[in-house]
Every structure is written in C-alpha cells, then in structure tokens.
C-alpha cells in the first residue's frame, strides 16, 4: 500500500488520513513485518532539528503521521495538500486497536510504569476483546543496556506480537522505533500519551481546543513544571521557522 511522503523543515510526514494510516499499519501488523510508526507533533518535529542524533534516525521509520494541528496547518500551507485533519496519537491507537479486535491481532505494551500499563491493558481488554496482550515491558526510564535491548527483542519476537505499542515519551520512543527497525518482527507505534490517556490517568483536552490546536495550552495548565519549555518555547521556535521558510526561503526545507 503507498503512500506518499513530504519534508516539513526534516522529517519526512506522510499525506495520510486516519483511514489510510490504519490500513497500511494492520496490513503489515498481519505480516509481523518490521515497521515504524510515529505520531509525531511540533515537539518531536523541532527535537528532529536541534538533536543531531534524533536528526540522523527519524526518517527511518516508515510512517510519520502529522499529529499536531501546526504540523497539518504547515503541510497544507506548503504543500496544498489539503489534509482534513491531523492524524493524532491517541485516535490512531483507538483506530489500530478496533481493526486489530476485527482481525484478532495481537498486541505487546512497551514503557510507562507499572500502574499506566496494567490501566491501559485493561482498557484494551475491555473494549477489544479479540486483541490478545502477548507481553508488557515497563519502562526502565534509562536505556537499556546491549544485553537488556537483546533480551526486550527476543522476548518481543518471541511473543508473535503483531503491533508494539511504545509509551517512552518523545523523542525516546522515535528513537527506540527507529533504532529497532529490521530487528522487531512487529509494527512499532510510537504513540506517547495515548498510554495515559486511554488508561484514564491523564485528562484529554476538549474536542474543541484540540480542533484548533490550543491542546498544547490544556496540558501546559495541567503540567506546567514539566511542560512549560516543550510548549512555550517550542512552539515559539516552531512558529518563527515556519515564517523564515515560507516568507523568506520560500521552501519547507
């Protein structure tokens, strides 16, 4: 299944609707083929520039979804693409997870903490109950070691798990998606927050906020200590980049 792919300043986004993600990532899930999903927002995006290391491995993975507003808004102002809407983490987990329980696919559940994990399996299990749970690994909040990574993909490949859902947070779940291309037998989402928000101990912000791109201000009021530089500084470097390119260069790279 193609599809096609465009460089906003450097990851390369692919012109992807909710509908369009979900068949490609299910047709390679019934495959156990090794595959890369990444729903990546302005944070991740500007990380992709600014980290040299994040900059060399993020187009590795196969499909990167335009999770924030910005990034869509970005994209249809360069590109005149005419995307509908973002394709947002947390909703293409929901949308995986219901065509996974159609073709009684299995899944493996890969960071956030012990008590997110069991929420979030519990949640699948509730509501898709033809997904088997093969496996969870709690996070170590740390990089595994060389003999720790070889055990998490034995165990994985081991476990005939179709999709891998990673919960490390950005940018270290895109860099162990990346990073694990042609060695897990999976499809690997790097999907964030949807762990918290699907296991219900992180609140959503309304619909109405997340269709204008104001999310960003819902969770920096939620967690301000922690989010107030990814948002408030980000998203201001985000936005004079996107005017130095589109006013000045004239290009979206």
């Not at 999903?37 to 993020?58: E, P, Q, R, Y």
């Not at 693409?81 to 493996?108: C, H, I, Q, W």
């Not at 912000?205 to 791109?213: H, K, L, R, T």
């Amino acid at each position: 299944m193609k599809f096609d792919k465009y460089r906003l300043f450097w990851p390369e986004y692919a012109n992807v609707d909710y509908k369009l993600a979900t068949q490609i990532i299910i047709e390679k899930a019934k495959n156990r083929a090794s595959f890369g999903v990444s729903a990546l927002a302005v944070h991740g995006l500007m990380t992709s520039l600014t980290d040299k290391n994040l900059k060399k491995v993020i187009n590795n993975i196969d499909l990167i979804v335009p999770d924030g507003q910005p990034v869509r808004w970005a994209l249809n102002s360069f590109y005149k693409l005419g995307m509908k809407d973002r394709v947002y983490g947390p909703t293409l987990t929901l949308k995986v997870l219901k065509a996974a329980n159609e073709n009684n696919l299995s899944v493996f559940l890969y960071g956030s903490n012990q008590n997110t994990s069991n929420l979030f399996r519990g949640f699948i299990q509730n509501n898709f109950p033809n997904v088997t749970i093969v496996g969870q690994h709690i996070d170590r909040f740390r990089e595994a070691t060389e003999e720790e990574d070889q055990q998490d993909i034995e165990r994985i490949n081991t476990s005939k798990a179709n999709i891998v859902l990673v919960g490390r947070g950005c940018p270290r779940q895109e860099f162990w998606v990346a990073n694990h291309k042609g060695s897990v037998h999976a499809v690997m989402m790097a999907v964030g927050a949807a762990f918290d928000f699907h296991a219900g101990t992180l609140a959503q912000a309304p619909e109405w906020m997340q269709q204008n791109g104001l999310e960003w201000l819902f969770r920096l009021v939620k967690e301000p200590k922690r989010l107030w530089k990814r948002y408030l500084v980000t998203n201001t470097h985000f936005v004079l980049k996107f005017f130095k390119n589109k006013v000045f260069l004239r290009r979206p790279y």
